[in-house]
C-alpha cells in the first residue's frame, strides 16, 4: 500500500514539474509578424570624396567627426578563414576578411550601386580602354608607395597567370582572350578588353598585391603560392592597403584585426581614419552559439534568421541594441522543372519520355507557377521576413526589370491553362494528361534545409488543388548534387542560389545553354551540341550581348528582355527572397544600413560612443 | 624481461588491427555520398576548369583502392597529407591537440583525486545518510546527457554573466600579462569541465565503491579485522589494492578518451579542440584530416590498454605468476 502513495506521488510531482514547463513556455510563442518595416537610411549615406592634402591624395569621410579607440566584435559562422590571401579565398569568410586588408582599385556605391574610385582616384571607360589614376601618396602598411607597378603586376602577374583561386581570370575571358594591362606612368595604368566587356570594370574591385611581398611567391610557382599568406602566415607578414590589418588569428576561436594607421580616409578635421583599433571576429560554430554570445554581450553585432527577429524585436525595447531591417537579400527560392530531353550511353532517356511532355510544356509550367502560393509562404515559412520573387533578378538588384508585375495565387487560371494544355481530370479529380497518364512526378530538396522541407511541403499541398500527385522526397545535398548534375533522374526540385544585385553576368553559368548549373536542361560535356529550345537561344544571345554592350541603359534592356522570358517562360519558378535583417548596438555611431552594402559597409567611418 | 617481451608481442599484435581499422575507416568515408566538392558544384561562380582541378587535388578521379594505397603509402612515410583546403593535417592537429590535452587532463586529475576518495568513503560508510546521498548525486550525474548539460551550463552563463560563453581566451588575450592568462583561461575552463566532470566523477565513484564493498565483504578483510588492525590499515593496505584493479583498465580507456572523449562537450562549448575539428571533418568529408584521427583515436586506445595491462602486471603478483 505505501509503495502504491509512493509511486502515485512521484507520478504527481513529475506532472506537475511539466506543467510548470508548459507554462513557462507560452509567454514565450509568438504570431510570426508581418515584416516589420522599420526604416532604413539608404539614401541620405553621404559618399566619400576625393580631397588633396600637401600632395596626397585623400578620401574625405563626409560623416560627423567621431571619437577614436574601441574595439567592434562580430562572429562568423563555420570553421573560420581557411586563408588570408586574397587571391586565393574560395569561400566568403576568406573573402570578407582579406577584403578587410586589402583595397582594390574601385568598389560600389552602397547606395546606387555604381561603380566608385577607392585605391583609383579616378577611371575612364572609353569602349575597350580603361585608364585608371592612382591615387598618389597612399602607402602600404610598411611604408612603400602605392604604384603602377603593383597594380599591373597583380593584374598580370597574379589574375592573368592564373595564380590561387583562378574565377575572376575566367570571368574576364572574352571568346578566349584575356585583356592587357599596361603602365603609362608610376601613377596610370591601361587597360584593354579584347571587346567591349562591361562587366569589367567592376572586376576591378578586384584586392590590389603589394609587389615587394607577392612577387617572391609567385616566383617561386603555383603551389607555393597556394600555401602563401595561409592562416599560418605571421600578423607581421602581411603588408596591406585596406583600412585594417591582422593583429592576432587563433584557430576556431577569433581572428583579430587592427587599425591601418596609413590609410588614405581621412576625416573631416583631418585626422586619418578609421576611428576603431580593432576589429574581432569570432569564429564560432553554429547560429545558436552566435545568438547566445550576442545576448550575452559578447558580440556587437549579428545577423538574424527566422523566429530571432521576432524575439529581439521584442528585446529591443529594453535592450542596448537595434534591429534594423537592410530589405531583400541576394538569395533566392525557386523550383525547377527537368526540361532534359536527352538520352543517356544506352539510349534511355534521362528523363520519362511522358513526364518530358508535360515538363517542356510551358502552359503546364504557367499553371504550376499560377498555383504556388507565395505569400503564405513568406507568412508561414519565412515569418513573414520575406518577399515574393517572379524574376531571376532578385529585388535590390539595379538590373530588375520593374515592369514584371507580383501576382497572386489564381487556381482558376491554372486550370484553364491545363485544359488549353488538353489535361483533363478524372472523376475523383486526378489530373490525366491528354494520353490518359495520370500526372505523378517526384520532388526533391536537400533533407536538412528545413525551410527548403517546409517549401517543399507547401508546393506539394498547392499542386495537390490542382490534381497533381506530388512525391515529396527530401535527399541528402551531395546525392542530390549529384542528381542533378550527373544523373538527371529527378522531375522537379527545389534549390536556393545567391545572385548579384549588381552583375547579372554572374549568372551566366545558369541562363547560358551551356552553363554548368543550366540546372533545367544541364548539358554533360557530349550533349554541349544538343538541339536548344527557342527560349534558351533568345537567352544565350541576350546574355552575351548584355555583357558585351557597356552603357548601363543598353545593357538594362538586355537583361530586361531575359527577365521578361524567364517570367513567361518559367524554366525556374521564383518563390521569394529572404530580407536580411540583424542586430547592432547602439554604441556604435555613423551608421547608415543599406540594401547594398549592409549594416557596417562604412566600417572605418564607425565609431563609439562613450555613455 | 618478461615484460618486455610481452609488450613487444602486444606491439607485433597492432600491426594488423591497424591495417583494418584504417581500411573499413577509409571505405566507409569514400563511399558515403558525400561529395566534398558538392558545395563547389552548386556555386553559380565557380568555372568547370576549377572543379577538374579540385577533384585532381584531392585525388578524387582515381579509384578508391589508388586513393587508399597513396594514403597509407603516405601514412607509413609519416606524412598525414592536406586537408581539403590544402593545409598540412599534422599542423592542423598540432593546434588543437594541446587545447584539447589541457580539457581532458584536468578533468581527469579532477575526477580521479575526487571519485576515488569519495567511492572509498561511500564503501566504507555503506548505507549510511552520506552514501546515500552520494548515490542520488552521482545518479543524477550519469543519467544526464552531456550535452543537454552543456546546454543548460550554457544558458546559465548568459542569464547571470559570470562565466564567458564557449571558447578558451578571451578576445583582448594577446595583452594580457601572464597571470591574467592563467586566470581567463581557468575561467574559460570552468563550464566545460564541469559538465565533463560531472560525467566521469559519477561512474568512478560508483565503480570504486562497488569495487571495494565486494572487497570489504571477502574472508581475508575480516581476518585482517580479526587480527586486530586498524580499520584504516585494513581497507588501505588489504582491501584497496585489491579493489584497484578494475579501475587500472579504466585508467588504460581514460587515456584513449584524452584525445577524443570530449568531443560533443567541445561542440555545444565552442571549445577550440580536436572534437570540434573532426567534427567539421567529417561533416565534410576531409578524408586525410578524419583518417588521421581516426587512426590517432585507434592507436591511443591501444596504447591506453597496453598501459594499463602493464600497470595491472606491476600490481597484480597474480597476473604476474600467469604470464610465466
Redesign the interface.
Known sequence: MRRVIWVIFVILTVLLFSKACLNADIPDLQKPVLRPKFETKDADYPIQKNVTINGVDYLESQLPTGKFGGTFVTSTIGEGPKTFNPFNSKDNISSTMSEIMYDGLVTTNPVTGEVIPKLAKSFTVNGCEYIIKLRKGVKWSDGKPVTADDVVFTWQNIIFDGFGNTSTRDSVVIDGKLPAVEKIDDYTIKFITPKPFAPFLRMLSSPIAPKHIFEPAVKRGKEYFDSFLSTTAKPEDFVTSGAFRLKEYVPAQRAVFERNPNYYVINKDGQKLPYLDKIVYLIVGDINNQVLKFEGGELDEISLQGANVARFKEMEKHSNFTVFNIGPDTGTMYIALNMNNRRDDKGNFYVNPVKQKWFQDKNFRQAIDYAIDRKNMVFNIANGLAEPLFTPETLNSVFLNKDLKPYEKDINKSKELLIKSGFSWDKAGHLIDKFGNHVEFDLYTNAGNTEREAIGVMVKQDLEDLGMKVNFKPVEFNSLVNKLMSTFDWDMVIMGFTGSPLEPNGGKNVWLSDGTLHIFNQRLEKDLNSPRYPFEKRLDYLYTQGALAVKFEDRKKYYDEYQALVYDEKPLIYIYSPIRTGALRNKFKNIYPTSLGGITHNIEEIYIEDN | MQILLYILKRIVQTIPLLIIVSLISFFIIRLS???PL?E???N????????QKESERLGLDKPIIIQYGKWAKAFLKGDLGVTS???QVS??LK??IPNTLLLTAVVIFLSWSVGIPLGILSAVYWKSPFDRALTILTSIGMAVPSFFFAVLL??F??KT?WF??????G????EMSFGQKVLDIAHHLVLPVTVLFTLSLAGLQRQMRGNLLDVLDSDYVKFARAKGLSEFKVIFKHAFRNAVNPLITLLGFEFAGLLSGAALTE??F?Y?GLG??IL?AVLKSDINLVMASLMMGAVMLIVGNLIADILLIITDPRIRGGQA
Request: charged share 25%; no cysteine; aromatic share 4%.
Open positions: 555520398p558525400v561529395d558538392a563547389l558544384r552548386l553559380p561562380s565557380v568555372s568547370k576548369e576549377t572543379l583546403n590544402g593545409e599542423s592542423k593546434e588543437r550554457l544558458i552563463a548568459v554573466g564567458p560563453i564557449g571558447g578558451l581566451t578576445s583582448n588575450y594577446l561542440y555545444v565552442q577550440p570540434r575539428l567539421e
